[in-house]
């Protein structure tokens, strides 16, 4: 991509709390993503993963807990900034892309949100694209895409307004266990190339293992074990 990214933001979570009505979700949770590394997220089911990214991104105000990338606090007992001023990119299982939008008018939308000019954006969607290998797909709609098409117009999305911090939820449990593997492997590229900190949801080990520089292990609202992959 050119352009420099904002690369190396280093992701500090303390003692992160969260309880829906009386079930604790997050049980203080402790957390380091080191800048430009990947942190998959490893755990069963209803453990509290997607509670943990929603509370990096800003889509939940945790009952107490701090964030901060690198020395600045995205929350802490009286600051909380808005998920759009957090410089998140975030990828979901369900891709979560607009049909009635072409595959350019869906991956320049942040831009767009962001008051990029035309030119611009044109140029950083072209390049984001490219860097997902659907150069020659810009005017189709998503529902002209396969699903890893898909998959790979969300990921572009979500890296052309060059973020500090990129968060997947179980990004590829929706493909077949091929275009699985050739996809973590271009994340995993793209990630290294591009030098961002990102959170990684899992449910597949092998994923996991093949992505992270570190796996953290969650078990009913707590990170129990930390390992490097
Ligand atoms: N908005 C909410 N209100 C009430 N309970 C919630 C809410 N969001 C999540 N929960 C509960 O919190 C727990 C953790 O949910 P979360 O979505 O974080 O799990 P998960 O680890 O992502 O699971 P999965 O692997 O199935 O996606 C679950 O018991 C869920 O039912
Ligand atoms: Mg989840």
């Not at 929350?75 to 369900?94: A, H, I, W, Y």
């Not at 275009?179 to 959170?199: M, S």
Request: aromatic share 4%.
């Amino acid at each position: 991509m050119s352009g420099s990214p904002q690369q190396g933001t280093t992701l500090t979570l303390r003692g992160l709390r969260h309880a829906f009505g009386g079930q604790v979700v997050l049980n203080d949770v402790d957390l380091t993503v080191p800048a430009g590394t990947i942190t998959a997220l490893l755990g069963p089911s209803g453990c509290g993963k997607s509670t943990l990214l929603k509370a990096v991104a800003g889509l939940l105000r945790l009952q107490s807990g701090t964030i901060q990338f690198d020395d600045q606090f995205m929350c802490n007992g009286t600051v909380f900034e808005p998920p759009e001023s957090r410089g998140l990119g975030m990828v979901f299982q369900d891709y979560a892309l607009w049909p009635h939008m072409t595959v350019e008018g869906n991956v320049g939308f942040p831009l767009r949100m962001r008051r990029v000019t035309r030119t611009e954006r044109e140029r950083r969607v072209a390049d984001a694209l490219r860097m997902v290998g659907l150069a020659s797909h810009g005017q189709r709609r998503p529902a002209q895409l396969s699903g890893g098409q898909q998959q790979r117009v969300a990921l572009a999305r979500a890296i052309v307004a060059q973020p500090r911090v990129l968060l997947f939820d179980e990004p590829l449990s929706n493909l077949d266990r091929n275009l699985r593997e050739t996809l973590c492997r271009e994340i995993g590229d793209l990630l290294g190339k591009l030098g961002i900190t990102a959170i990684y949801v899992t449910h597949d080990h092998d994923e996991a293992r093949a992505l992270a520089h570190q796996i953290a292990h969650m078990d009913q609202g707590r990170i129990t074990r930390i390992t490097t992959a």
